[in-house]
């Protein structure tokens, strides 16, 4: 009963179809959709994207967690999501409705090691989307 109040926190990770981190009009569209749909339903989200792959934290309740995991497994750009963690949490590590985390080559290098996004530890995966040193922009008015 209490549950419908709980925060989580999911990790996931999924393929891009398109190269949408090459894209900068793709990249805009979803950063725009990201921005009024996270923005009405209260969640935080952090997303990166390396080498036809897509990483995200999402936080939020479950109720709109799940609905936006409904559409993102729906949503074209998308494939083979796998969900890396999901679980309740006691506060927020990303309070802005979207936030984009980016790597230089040699920052790749240096926290990949030569792994994709869906080779990280869950634990690791969040310490890169929760890095403000890896921010490339956030929508946030």
Request: aromatic share 2%.
């Amino acid at each position: 009963m209490g549950d419908r109040k709980l925060l989580y926190r999911v990790l996931l990770v999924s393929e891009t179809v398109a190269a949408v981190e090459r894209s900068p009009l793709m990249l805009a569209d979803i950063l725009g959709a990201s921005e009024r749909n996270n923005r009405r339903d209260m969640i935080g989200s952090a997303m990166m994207f390396h080498e036809g792959q897509a990483a995200m934290m999402l936080e939020g309740m479950r109720a709109d967690l799940d609905r936006l995991i409904a559409r993102l497994l729906s949503d074209g750009r998308h494939r083979n999501l796998k969900i890396v963690e999901d679980r309740p949490i006691v506060h927020r590590r990303v309070a802005e409705p979207v936030k984009l985390n980016a790597m230089s080559p040699h920052q790749a290098g240096e926290y990949l090691g030569g792994r994709r996004l869906d080779q990280l530890a869950a634990s690791v995966l969040e310490r890169l989307l929760s890095c403000d040193g890896l921010r490339v922009s956030s929508c946030a008015v």
